[in-house]
């Protein structure tokens, strides 16, 4: 129906029946194939540039009747820069009402918990949305954190795990905003938990990206928040092995002896007491809740066995016991 009112208003203007009749052909459908095609409009496209290459992607008729069309309807100043799915089988009002209205596409990026910085990075450039470079930029930007309301020197732990639907087009920055926001939308959750054991955002989002990395089994990452709560009261290394590889430079993925050595280091947890000073990787919310509600427990061991859990012991003895029995004498 609004086709016809805005071809009838055109018809009125041009004052010929046979030019009406010509515009009316223009502005039907190219074709009844449903096929869709990729379209995009770049920032400060014009209208005139845009038809004709919609007119040479087969997607309308006439680049002329569809520039016609978007004045008399008000809408030539109205084209939303981003990605459009297109198709032969739209009448030209079809495809000016999808542009003018914004309906872009969007592209999904699913984020599992523990991706450091890098490996996040890594998932939105895949997804053709921002270059790494300019994410891993902006992330490391030493003034962002305070403008966000975090706390750290980069965005490390606090680029929230999550499935993202985004356009492309946006920004690294603004992309960056947006996981921050959800991370802060999840720390509402916890931060009276957190308050209530005088823990701090920082130290809590420390202590669970460590959690993360040590365990993807979520039943157990209350009890390895627990065995790190137990260390740190007793004054003991965490000796923690994934805050050691973050801190090595082009890990080559066999951790040495020499690297548990290493007190140049600063994330060697196996020589520096305390925490790490800052999270390695980005966690998500459970492990996020795990460090607030540990378990109630008295394990300062853990190793791992070869299903992907872990075994946890109260004591040293109980501890080299389970290594011999999973490790075969490896350091854990």
Known sequence: MRRLVVLAALVAVLGCAAVGGALGWSLRRPSDTPKQVVFEVPRGATLSGVARELQGAGLIRSALGFRILARVSGRSGGLRAGEYALSPSFAADQVLDRLTRGMVMTHRVALPEGLTMHETAARFAEAGLVSREDFIAVASDPGLPLLLGVDGTTLEGYLFPETYELAKGLAAREIV?????????????????????????????????????????????????????????????????????????????????????????????????????????????????????????????FVARKDGTHEFSRTYREHVNAVNRYQRGGAR
């Open 177 to 301: 905003r947006l996981m921050v926001e959800q991370f802060q939308r999840v720390w509402r959750r916890i931060e009276p938990l957190a308050a209530e054991k005088a823990l701090s955002m920082r130290d809590v989002v420390v202590l669970a990206s460590l959690v993360e990395k040590e365990t993807g089994a979520p039943v157990e990452r209350p009890l390895v928040a627990a065995v790190f709560h137990n260390r740190l009261k007793r004054g003991m290394r965490l000796e923690t092995d994934p805050s050691v590889i973050y801190g090595i430079a082009d890990f080559d993925g066999n951790l040495r002896r020499v690297h548990l050595e290493d007190e140049s280091n600063p994330y060697n947890t196996y020589r520096i007491a305390g925490l790490p000073p800052g999270p390695i990787a980005n966690p998500g919310e459970l492990a996020l809740r795990a460090v607030v509600e540990p378990a109630e427990s008295d394990y300062l061991f």
